[in-house]
């Protein structure tokens, strides 16, 4: 493989994980597409002090040690992490107090900047949808979860263009079995071109719901059987995110404030006949994989291979934040200016997540985080902790001195 077939290949896809209305319908703006030029200037991280941190001595520490845990169980096994994580398995004192002093002697901060030195971004919120479903096919029952296809290839750039680590690009192998070519595009895919047969994990009895199960990246789906069974990410075609809410407000269907899940729905019961031609304007197409039934899970898998917490996890662009890294994230409410400054875990990514302080917030499941997740998008500012070495210092990825 050339540098030069590679070049002629970035503009085809840049793809990541993107991470469906319960029953009490609630509003949900849909992101817009934010997907960078691989030139952008790159996000970088600035060392920073406790007392620097907007809201670090207020946040009640207890309620993201848990989720803190899940990430040392990811990444406990790093030689970076592993005398951090040894040390958090034994803390003794687990009152915020003792929580906030053992981060302080663990972690250097770090804030993120953005790659025009700006310190602010764009925040955003995203929760686990329920979705009715069956395991056969029927007239109610006629829109497919597909799991992955076989034919659907992963290219690694990292190896000839360090610059773009994290980004892959998705395709496929033409007729004749000698070159890569884009893989199927939803519209594609939707009127059977790719090898798919065999490859239905459910079918579900909504389109839209199917279609914002794929924003969200996971959810849950009761079947007509009773059971309830909880699907994930597993990949993705390779197409940028492209928001049908902004596309109704380009084309006049829809004011601004009204380009949420709700008003989507209204605008699709009242034109039926151009529903199709709106979904497949997002060319991007996610794939799941059915996920163990764990009980005790707080939250679906994250990209970090953990479940996620309500309201503690955080999906991040990993060029930026290190997966399974503790963010403190200053925001707000949703919707609102009371202030939200606390303790988060970047354990997800997301197809929209791109740039250095952009992150999304996941809310959990329900109504509740429906309507939270939807009605966020905030201004906020991020830093990230990275544990010490032995000596007291930090290698930090990019780092900006003050």
């Avoid at 077939?5 to 085809?12: H, Y």
């Avoid at 992963?154 to 892959?168: C, F, G, N, Q, V």
């Amino acid at each position: 493989m050339t540098r030069r077939w590679l070049a002629a290949l970035i503009p085809i896809a840049l793809a990541a994980c993107q991470t469906a209305p319960t029953p009490e319908l609630q509003p949900m703006v849909v992101p817009p597409a934010e997907v960078p030029s691989p030139k952008a200037p790159p996000p970088t991280l600035r060392i920073s002090a406790w007392n620097a941190i907007d809201g670090w001595p207020d946040d009640d520490l207890r309620a993201a040690w848990s989720a803190f845990l899940g990430s040392c169980s990811a990444l406990g096994n790093q030689a970076a992490w592993q005398s951090v994580c040894g040390s958090a398995a034994n803390l003794q004192d687990s009152s915020s107090a003792g929580l906030r002093q053992f981060f302080e002697l663990n972690f250097t901060p770090y804030q993120v900047i953005n790659g025009d030195g700006s310190d602010s971004g764009l925040i955003t919120g995203y929760y686990e949808p329920l979705l009715r479903g069956s395991r056969t096919q029927s007239k109610r029952y006629r829109y497919p979860i597909y799991a992955a296809p076989d034919d659907l290839l992963t290219i690694d750039l990292s190896d000839a263009y360090p610059e773009l680590k994290s980004m892959r690009l998705r395709g496929r192998l033409d007729a004749a079995g000698r070159r890569i070519v884009p893989y199927y595009d939803r519209a594609q895919i939707e009127d059977g071109a790719a090898p798919l047969a065999n490859k239905e994990i459910v079918w579900v009895d909504d389109s839209i719901d199917l279609f914002f199960l794929q924003i969200q990246g996971s959810g849950r789906v009761k079947l007509d059987s009773g059971e309830t069974i909880r699907v994930g990410y597993a990949d993705q075609n390779g197409y940028p995110y492209r928001s049908i809410g902004r596309r109704l407000v380009d084309l006049g269907e829809l004011p601004l404030e009204k380009a949420s899940m709700e008003g989507i729905r209204d605008w699709a019961d009242r034109n039926p006949d151009k529903l199709r031609e709106l979904l497949d304007y997002n060319a991007s197409y996610v794939f799941f994989r059915e996920l163990p039934v764990n009980a005790d899970a707080t939250g679906p898998i994250g990209a970090l291979g953990v479940a996620l917490t309500p309201q503690r996890s955080l999906a991040v662009d990993t060029r930026a934040v290190p997966l399974g890294a503790p963010v403190f994230l200053a925001t707000t409410w949703p919707n609102s200016t009371r202030p939200l400054k606390q303790l988060m875990l970047a354990q997800d990514t997301g197809g929209a997540i791109r740039g250095g302080v952009r992150a999304d917030f996941f809310w959990g499941f329900g109504g509740q985080a429906a309507f939270q997740a939807g009605s966020m998008r905030q201004s906020g500012k991020m830093w990230v902790l990275l544990p010490n070495n032995g000596d007291g210092s930090n290698d930090a990825p990019q780092q900006q001195k003050r």
